[in-house]
């Protein structure tokens, strides 16, 4: 298979076959990259706590609770929002923050 690469690209056609592939190649992994980079835009909730903690999230118009086993890490927010930590202290996100609930309050990192 080899000898079969060298001889494409000893020829014009092989050639521009050979960039193509390295271009697709270079846009798939600039992708891949974007892709799994999002996560690191999100605030990210630790519950430092023994049981679960339910958080409020407002995000816009839309309102959901989110549940965070204990010990748990979620991704959130990944352009801003206000939660409402189970001990009723509210905070509004950016969505770079790291958070840790511990005893109910939220500590923004």
Same mark, same amino acid.
Do not use: H
């Given at each position: 298979?080899?000898?079969?690469?060298?001889?494409? &690209?000893?020829? *014009?056609?092989?050639? =521009?076959?050979?960039? &193509?592939? =390295?271009?697709?190649?270079?846009?798939?992994?600039? @992708?891949?990259? @974007?892709?799994? =980079?999002? *996560?690191?835009? /999100?605030?990210? !909730?630790?519950?430092?706590?023994?049981?679960?903690?339910?958080?409020?999230?407002?995000?816009?118009?839309? &309102?959901?609770? @989110?549940?965070?086993?204990?010990?748990?890490?979620?991704?959130?927010?990944? /352009?801003?929002?206000?939660?409402?930590?189970? /001990?009723?202290? &509210?905070?509004?996100?950016?969505?770079?923050?790291? !958070?840790?609930? +511990?005893?109910?309050?939220? @500590? +923004?990192?």
């Amino acid at each position: 298979m080899s000898g079969y690469i060298a001889w494409n &690209r000893e020829t *014009p056609k092989g050639a =521009a076959l050979g960039r &193509r592939w =390295a271009m697709k190649t270079f846009a798939s992994a600039c @992708v891949l990259t @974007v892709l799994i =980079a999002l *996560p690191a835009w /999100s605030a990210t !909730i630790i519950n430092k706590d023994a049981d679960a903690a339910v958080l409020v999230v407002v995000e816009g118009e839309n &309102r959901m609770e @989110v549940a965070i086993g204990a010990g748990g890490t979620e991704s959130i927010c990944p /352009s801003g929002c206000f939660i409402t930590t189970p /001990s009723g202290d &509210r905070i509004g996100l950016q969505g770079d923050e790291t !958070i840790e609930i +511990v005893k109910g309050s939220a @500590v +923004v990192k």
